[in-house]
């Protein structure tokens, strides 16, 4: 079945520690892409990757960062999290083509982030 | 950068009525332009999509048209249905970074 998966789905953690949420997906899509998504505020974009090993930031990056050393990964690092990062994240991939990245974007079911 | 809006940001209508949500954006560069439905608790699914060398685009109660000169687009749904409602998002992308639109919570009643 393709899909988009992230682990994990609920997350609890103070201040200060780090953590790694993983994005997988089985589609061989070359687009991939973080999200979060607070009330009001939609889905605003953190990082994005058009291929392996090329990342580039979306309108809110800082706090965050990403490696894509494969083609189906593509975690999200927390390396100091604080309570404004407290948020349902978002992972979504899609094929490139001539289009780049106007093409259908998958999501995975979210991963709730609650930073006390 | 590109930036979208959306409105109005709380739809409630009847059932059977129709539901129209409008979103501009800034970028003439845009080329690609989604609608997610969202329901509570759940991912954001597709639910149809444009391109900018096409003016209107239906599938069954579900349109989307596109001004590509005023840089604004529309979803409409007719005949809505008590399953309608959630939470639905615009987007628009000049092909790398895809920016959404703050969302609509549409509320059909029974």
């Known amino acids: 079945e393709a899909q988009v998966t992230q682990n994990p789905r609920y997350l609890i953690t103070v201040t200060g520690k780090k953590l790694t949420v993983t994005c997988s997906q089985n589609?061989?899509?070359?687009?991939m892409s973080w999200y979060r998504q607070d009330p009001g505020l939609g889905l605003r974009q953190i990082y994005y990757?058009?291929?392996?090993?090329?990342?580039d930031k979306g309108d809110v990056p800082e706090g965050y960062k990403v490696s894509r050393k494969e083609k189906r990964n593509f975690p999200l690092i927390l390396e100091s999290p604080s309570p404004n990062q407290t948020s349902l994240y978002f992972c979504?991939?899609?094929?490139?083509?001539?289009?780049?990245?106007?093409?259908?974007?998958?999501f995975g079911p979210g991963t709730r982030l609650l930073v006390l | 950068g590109e930036n979208v809006e959306q409105h109005p940001s709380t739809l409630s209508v009847q059932e059977g009525d129709s539901a129209v949500i409008k979103c501009t954006y800034s970028?003439?560069?845009?080329?690609?332009f989604p609608w997610y439905k969202q329901e509570l608790g759940k991912r954001p699914q597709l639910i149809i999509d444009?391109?900018?060398?096409?003016g209107e685009k239906k599938d069954q109660r579900i349109a989307v048209t596109l001004n590509k000169t005023a840089k604004h687009f529309s979803l409409h749904i007719t005949e809505t249905q008590p399953e309608d409602s959630a939470v639905y998002f615009c987007?628009?992308?000049?092909?790398?970074?895809?920016?959404f639109g703050a969302g609509t919570r549409l509320t059909v009643k029974p």
């Open positions: 990757s058009m291929n392996v090993e090329v990342t």
């Open positions: 987007a628009a992308t000049n092909n790398n970074d895809m920016r």
């Open positions: 444009i391109r900018s060398n096409v």
């Open positions: 970028d003439s560069a845009s080329n690609y």
């Open positions: 979504a991939s899609s094929q490139m083509g001539e289009r780049k990245g106007g093409e259908t974007q998958y």
């Open positions: 589609m061989n899509h070359e687009y």
